[in-house]
């Protein structure tokens, strides 16, 4: 991100109002009327923002992102009251009076800001475009076409080729830039490829079989046989098909227990049914408490957010290792006392300490960039988060040094799929690689008498 040169000096700008008729309206002031989009961009009219009138939902949703897909992605669109308020793209619906001081009003943020906007990826345009927007949310659409079922229409129309939306505002929301408004719905997802398109069915619990039917059973009194109602008839009577005892009097020779299910695969009879998840994008099956649940909100721009834009920190590359598990380093500290204190006390409380160390991320600014080097920490980061669990805590000591305390977990285990995490990354040149150390030590098995968080932590910096 670049700022601009403040001796430039910024050209006027007009409202753009968009009307089928493209004929100008008195009570319009100073508003440049076009009949289409393409009538607009031949003109070299500058615009303060855009004003629809006169078209229907789907039409003003194709003119915005017409817009989104411009230069001027950055600027207000505002649909008459009563046309188009349907449309998932348009700021608001408002008079045209209004829309004119929301633009004045974005006009001024975008001066006091004074950023380039044509270098911008998609996590800075989403920024951008809420901070120019006062007190604006993105709203989730729930889509039955969509993967993920919901998605954020504003945030695809801002995408280029190549951006991904869905994983955009995961790593902002990750990293605490955006922030959850309002709880919308809760969505679950196949582990394997991520779609919310997911099939319940009831399965034998025995053998997993589909082939189940309810069905009448019987409970032999004699041997406590239960099975099928049919599997007892014999000759115009019943008899238990493993002793041979004849029923004759129900409550005396057998009796109607509560199973109400048998299995056409396996002849188990049992009482409830499993419950399978089928994804119907990849045909995964799992149970449905193997599934991820995500929670679906309005998205807003947190006040970390805001002192990012501002500062033009948004590409700083570390940042992205603070997941939603991150506190600050003290707190970290406070934690790992209170653990080594329990633990010296009751040796079941066992945890973890682990350090990781990018020992050539340095380098790697230097000979790729910062924006690449962070692409790669976000991604390492992004697995990071999918293998930690809400107990777990994390901090940064350094820019280099992540640290992450493991209740009742085995750090060797993590270490490894970490380890195949930074493998499976592929880049154009080998000695591109992000490349890490991962040191840890188990409690209480490393415990040392007099051991404190601080002793701990110096421990594994001082490992070879």
């Known amino acids: 991100m670049t700022v601009s040169p403040s001796s430039a000096t910024p050209p006027a700008e007009s409202m753009v109002v968009l009307r089928p008729s493209g004929q100008p309206v008195p009570a319009q002031p100073q508003a440049q009327v076009f009949d289409s989009w393409d009538a607009f961009t031949l003109s070299s009219v500058q615009p303060l923002g855009f004003y629809l009138e006169g078209w229907d939902a789907p039409a003003a949703d194709d003119l915005i992102l017409q817009l989104r897909r411009s230069p001027w992605w950055d600027r207000l669109a505002v649909v008459a009251p009563g046309e188009g308020e349907a449309s998932v793209l348009a700021d608001t619906a408002a008079p045209y009076a209004d829309a004119v001081a929301r633009a004045e009003r974005s006009l001024a943020v975008r001066r006091s800001l004074r950023l380039a906007l044509t270098d911008m990826r998609l996590e800075e345009r989403v920024l951008y475009f809420l901070y120019v927007r006062d ?101 115009g009577g019943l008899s238990c098909p493993q002793c041979s005892a004849a029923l004759r009097h129900i409550g005396v020779d057998y009796d109607r227990p509560l199973t109400q299910y048998a299995c056409g695969s396996c002849h188990h009879v049992f009482v409830e049914t499993a419950t399978q998840a089928r994804c119907l994008a990849c045909r995964t099956s799992c149970a449905p408490s193997a599934l991820d649940v995500r929670e679906i909100a309005s998205l807003r721009l947190s006040a970390h957010g805001r002192t990012a834009l501002r500062a033009g920190q948004i590409q700083e590359s570390f940042a992205a290792l603070d997941t939603a598990n991150y506190v600050e380093a003290p707190h ?100 591109s690689a992000l490349q890490a150390r991962i040191r840890h030590l188990q409690m209480p098995q490393d415990l040392r008498a007099g051991d404190s968080a601080a002793a701990l932590m110096e421990r594994l910096l001082d490992q070879a």
């Open 135 to 235: 007190a604006m949310e993105l709203a989730p659409q729930c889509t039955l076409t969509h993967p993920m079922l919901y998605h954020y229409p504003v945030v695809d129309a801002l995408a280029q080729r190549g951006e991904d939306p869905g994983a955009c505002l995961a790593t902002l929301v990750r990293r605490k830039l955006l922030e959850p408004a309002q709880l919308v719905d809760r969505t679950r997802h196949c582990r394997t490829c991520g779609s919310a398109h997911i099939h319940y069915i009831d399965v034998c619990p025995h053998c997993s079989s589909l082939q189940i039917r309810k069905e009448a059973s019987l409970h032999c009194f004699s041997c406590g046989h239960v099975a099928p109602e049919s599997d007892f008839h014999h000759d």
């Open 332 to 431: 970290f500290r406070r934690m790992l006392d209170w653990a080594l204190a329990v633990t010296t006390r009751h040796p079941e409380m066992r945890f973890g300490l682990m350090l990781i160390e990018f020992t050539n991320a340095t380098e790697l600014i230097e000979e790729l960039g910062a924006a690449r080097v962070f692409l790669l920490l976000d991604e390492f980061a992004r697995r990071l988060h999918e293998l930690l669990r809400t107990s777990d805590i994390t901090t940064r000591t350094q820019e280099d040094k992540l640290w992450l305390f493991l209740p009742f977990s085995d750090p060797a285990g993590l270490s490894a799929r970490l380890q195949r995490a930074l493998s499976d990354q592929t880049v154009a040149a080998a000695p």
